[in-house]
């Protein structure tokens, strides 16, 4: 999504070799603190490639080596950062250590490999360290691209309707993908290594390789409403959950915000106050009315 923070998703992330029956799982939470968790799952399945003839020793190597390509990727990503950081104009010295310190290490950037699965997690300290970690701008230039606001707002008669529409970070053509959306350029990826280490055919790489993916975007606000497809609530977290495919890899998502319309409802508890003060004072007039001694006037026969 773009211009907000519950919607941009233009951050980077990595998805692998799937031959399991969970796609691979992208997901970004905004927390309780302020603090952002960017997190990626890559369920690997070695039992399917065991059946059909690849041996648990290539099995390995295969992950091994799509783990240490997106490794790769993001080794470049954060020495890029770093040269970002240390020649912006618009950070001063104190900002350039404190975004440095918000962001994942070197170290922390590369993935957690096993058979059963590769994941990820990174977390940084803000939403803007996140951004500007994962969105490859200047500091100004992303202040002024975060401040823009593309939303649609539908005008209710009591409330107000703030919509944000975009892609999910499948959808986007990353630095590294050249002219493929992401999730092409992860399939693509997963298709090279499989036919480096194996004798598969193109027929049976194509049922191993993902081509179904989760988005996934967790927040603490109950006041965000999506066109998800499912919505889960866990430890104060709502993860609204987008499932993605290859073909449909460019799916436009919604989120949005009702709020009150402030001026229409200050108004109706203005008339409704005003009402029942009038209502109050009837009430009270004819209560005394009702108490006034009656004097009877008896005319002498």
């Not at 990727?73 to 970002?84: G, T």
């Not at 967790?218 to 499932?243: C, F, M, P, Q």
Request: with cysteine; proline share 2%.
């Amino acid at each position: 999504m773009k211009k907000s923070f519950l919607t941009i998703l233009l951050c980077f992330c990595m998805v692998l070799l799937s031959g399991c029956s969970v796609p691979p799982q992208y997901g970004i939470s905004q927390n309780m603190d302020g603090s952002v968790t960017q997190s990626l799952y890559i369920p690997f399945s070695a039992t399917e490639l065991n059946e059909n003839g690849v041996d648990v020793a290539t099995c390995l190597i295969i992950s091994n080596k799509i783990k240490d390509i997106f490794d790769s990727n993001y080794l470049n990503m954060y020495n890029n950062f770093i040269i970002r950081v240390n020649t912006d104009e618009g950070l001063s010295a104190q900002d350039k250590i404190a975004l440095i310190q918000g962001c994942p290490t070197r170290e922390e950037l590369k993935g957690n490999g096993q058979l059963s699965g590769i994941s990820y997690e990174f977390n940084f300290a803000s939403a803007i360290h996140y951004y500007y970690f994962n969105y490859g701008m200047y500091y100004n230039e992303l202040i002024a691209e975060l401040n823009k606001d593309e939303s649609i707002v539908e005008n209710g008669f009591f409330t107000n309707k703030k919509i944000n529409k975009g892609q999910t970070i499948f959808g986007e053509n990353q630095e590294f993908s050249q002219d493929n959306t992401f999730a092409q350029y992860i399939t693509n990826q997963c298709s090279e290594v499989l036919k480096q280490y194996t004798t598969l055919s193109d027929e049976v790489i194509q049922t191993i390789v993902p081509t179904t993916y989760i988005y996934r975007y967790g927040t603490t606000s109950k006041r965000l409403h999506s066109d998800a497809d499912l919505v889960r609530y866990i430890n104060g977290v709502y993860y609204h959950e987008w499932n993605i495919t290859l073909e449909n890899s460019t799916r436009e998502i919604s989120t949005w915000q009702v709020t009150a319309n402030a001026n229409v409802w200050y108004a109706l508890v203005l008339g409704c106050g005003i009402i029942l003060s009038v209502v109050l004072i009837l009430v009270y007039v004819f209560k005394e009315k009702k108490k006034k001694p009656q004097i009877e006037i008896i005319e002498p026969k």
